[in-house]
């Protein structure tokens, strides 16, 4: 596990490792930032925008770089939020990602436990499997570039997705996406080509669909990577990298307060949990 200062392009880390895993430390001090304990998938699949809001709200970014055989946590005790990001593995495959088991127990833990929550896109998918929804493969293709999205009745109170206007541009990239959503779950967000874009489950768990962490590098590095099925597909991955860039202005805007929303939420939980004993 590494702490992180900032994931603006994915790479950059503080050299020093932050053992605090299992740990009952405070959830946030004057010397000791509130932790957001976030799980990687993927070289290419880090916190981006999201990260550069939370750490510039004064949060600490522990980062399990779970690919690389780093080790989750048993629990959530220390950490203040729990923040669960994209990758391209099938959020049921648990052979080609064998650190999926333990992600859905911290998931489930999170929202018994009332720790904020935001799953982003796989992290979204997980999210709604752990808590007994349904994921598939989308029969249509993939949903890629930037879409707009459309405001849902519930939105209106949401603490973390209330301020986003109709219509907003958010920049996709996915080949699954949730069928069903869990029991008790609130649609937030939706759009014409996926149903399921933002939904909130109990009052503390968030879940998205895009990927409210990425601009148009992060995207041209996807758009690289699939370049060659894409075209196979007739799809032009340049044109979709062009798209994103356009929309990043307002992209950074809409979802750079949406981290912000959701690390006030986090720091809220931290506050109110501050007083209690360690054990």
Do not use: Y
């Not at 200062?5 to 490792?17: C, D, I, L, M, Q």
């Not at 605090?20 to 932790?35: D, H, W």
């Amino acid at each position: 596990m590494t702490t992180e200062t900032t994931e603006a392009t994915g790479t950059r880390r503080v050299a020093e490792a932050a053992e605090i895993a299992g740990s009952r430390a405070p959830l946030g001090t004057a010397s000791v930032p509130a932790a957001v304990l976030v799980v990687r998938h993927e070289e290419e699949a880090g916190a981006g925008l999201v990260g550069e809001r939370l750490v510039r709200a004064g949060l600490r970014l522990d980062v399990v770089r779970a690919w690389e055989g780093e080790a989750l946590p048993a629990g959530l005790g220390g950490h203040a939020g729990l923040l669960v990001l994209g990758g391209a593995v099938n959020c049921e495959d648990d052979d080609a990602a064998p650190w999926l088991p333990g992600v859905r127990a911290l998931v489930r833990e999170a929202v018994t436990e009332e720790i904020p929550l935001l799953g982003i896109c796989l992290g979204g998918q997980i999210v709604a499997h752990a808590l007994g929804g349904s994921v598939t493969t989308r029969p249509q293709g993939p949903e890629l570039g930037a879409v707009p999205l459309r405001r849902l009745p519930a939105a209106t109170d949401d603490p973390v997705l209330g301020g986003v206007p109709d219509g907003a541009l958010a920049a996709q990239w996915h080949w699954d996406e949730v069928h069903r959503l869990p029991s008790g779950a609130v649609p937030l967000l939706t759009g014409d080509d996926c149903p399921h874009q933002a939904f909130r489950v109990g009052s503390a768990c968030w879940a998205v669909q895009f990927h409210p962490e990425a601009g148009g590098d992060t995207v041209a590095e996807w758009a690289a990577e699939d370049g060659e099925r894409l075209r196979e597909s007739g799809t032009d991955p340049e044109a979709l990298v062009a798209a994103v860039r356009e929309a990043e202005p307002e992209l950074r805007a809409v979802w750079g307060a949406v981290a912000e929303a959701w690390g006030a939420v986090v720091r809220a939980h931290a506050d109110a949990r501050r007083w209690r004993p360690l054990v």
